[in-house]
């Protein structure tokens, strides 16, 4: 199962498949079990095994605001600081009760140490850029549910409309009105 999660990522020797699984730990986490805190420095990436996760902050009002909504099988950490080894600006929080796969920043460097196979797993932090270009593109509402829609429909079982309003950037109240039009649109098909 460790060995098929690193294959997606690129072409691996066995003996590098072997490397990844003595490195890579699976662990539990309890529902509402903080991965990363606010204000230390992340230092493990994660691939979701089963559960749900999210990234937040708290506005000026003390309201969560989502950064970024994770789904079983994929990768996420807290990129920025992961990439500049800086503390953190955000939580990184369980959901629900969950089980990932951890890899710290000191197994990867081994990892890379001992083979430039594992060069190849930079697309793991590519992946971390898309949230950005998602909203670089500046979507309308109709536009950003119908990514969702297409892209990450798992985020609509896992996750209250809440959480996935604040991640859309928009209220709860158009989220609301966008899934009313496109349960339109489906009703006339």
């Given at each position: 199962m460790i060995a098929e999660i690193l294959r997606r990522n690129g072409s691996y020797s066995p003996t590098d498949e072997e490397r990844f699984v003595q490195e890579a730990r699976v662990r539990k986490v309890a529902k509402d079990e903080i991965l990363v805190r606010r204000g230390e420095v992340c230092r493990s990436i994660f691939f979701n095994l089963s559960g749900a996760f999210y990234q937040y902050r708290h506005n000026d009002h003390?309201?969560?605001?989502?950064?970024?909504?994770?789904?079983?099988?994929?990768?996420?950490?807290?990129?920025?600081?992961?990439?500049?080894?800086?503390?953190?600006?955000?939580?990184?929080?369980?959901?629900?009760?969950?089980?990932?796969?951890?890899l710290t920043i000191e197994s990867l460097h081994s990892l890379i140490a001992r083979s430039s196979a594992f060069l190849q797993l930079a697309k793991v932090f590519e992946q971390a850029t898309t949230r950005v270009h998602f909203f670089d593109h500046r979507m309308s509402p109709d536009e950003k549910y119908q990514y969702i829609l297409d892209n990450r429909r798992a985020l609509l079982q896992l996750f209250p409309l809440k959480h996935i309003a604040s991640y859309l950037k928009i209220s709860p109240e158009t989220l609301s009105r966008v899934r009313e039009r496109f349960s339109g649109r489906d009703a006339l098909s």
């Open positions: 003390s309201e969560e605001v989502i950064i970024d909504l994770h789904t079983p099988d994929e990768w996420f950490f807290n990129h920025v600081s992961f990439i500049g080894q800086t503390p953190s600006n955000t939580f990184v929080n369980a959901f629900v009760e969950s089980e990932v796969l951890e």
